[in-house]
């Protein structure tokens, strides 16, 4: 079922973020618990992640009030990210079909700034990012195998 989540990059403190939202609505984390750079598959032409940034969280869910879902990642300056006030928060929508991610994907990102390319990813899913046109961040993210 399509839904909709908030996604949170922090400079290397999420999991202290998250142990504190923990902390304060309850329950535990969702998906595989904590996520770290060091468990993903290397990238082509990226160069080897440091020890510290290896134990970084790459992605972590947790439930709150009404079936939302408050999500964050580790955004590491020694891979490109620079966090700032405003840049730290994306809606992330997560679409029942392929198609809809498509359609829209190429709707928020029209007159904006594609971040990542809407493409099958390592954890299973297809995936894009992007900055719209009037500065707000998307991540769209479908688990669907078929465009129906």
């Known amino acids: ?13 999420t999991e202290e973020a998250f142990l504190f939202y923990k902390s304060v609505f309850g329950g535990e984390f969702g ?3 904590i996520s770290r750079f060091k468990d993903a598959p290397p990238a082509d032409g990226m160069p080897p992640l440091s020890p510290a940034d290896g134990n ?3 992605h972590i869910e947790l439930p709150i009030l009404g079936g939302h879902l408050l999500m964050g990642t580790d955004a590491p300056e020694s891979m490109g990210f ?3 006030m405003g ?36 954890w299973g899913a297809y ?17 669907a195998k078929s465009n129906l």
Request: proline share 1%.
């Open 56 to 58: 970084l969280v790459m």
């Open 31 to 33: 998906g595989m618990g």
């Open 82 to 84: 620079k966090v700032n």
């Open 87 to 122: 840049n730290n928060v994306h809606i992330s929508l997560q679409p029942d079909t392929r198609t809809e991610t498509k359609k829209l994907f190429d709707a928020l990102s029209k007159g904006g700034k594609i971040t990542m390319e809407l493409q099958d990813t390592f």
């Open 127 to 143: 995936y894009g990012s992007c900055t719209d046109k009037f500065g707000v961040q998307w991540m769209v993210n479908c688990t």
């Open 1 to 13: 079922m399509s839904h909709v989540s908030t996604y949170l990059n922090f400079k290397n403190q």
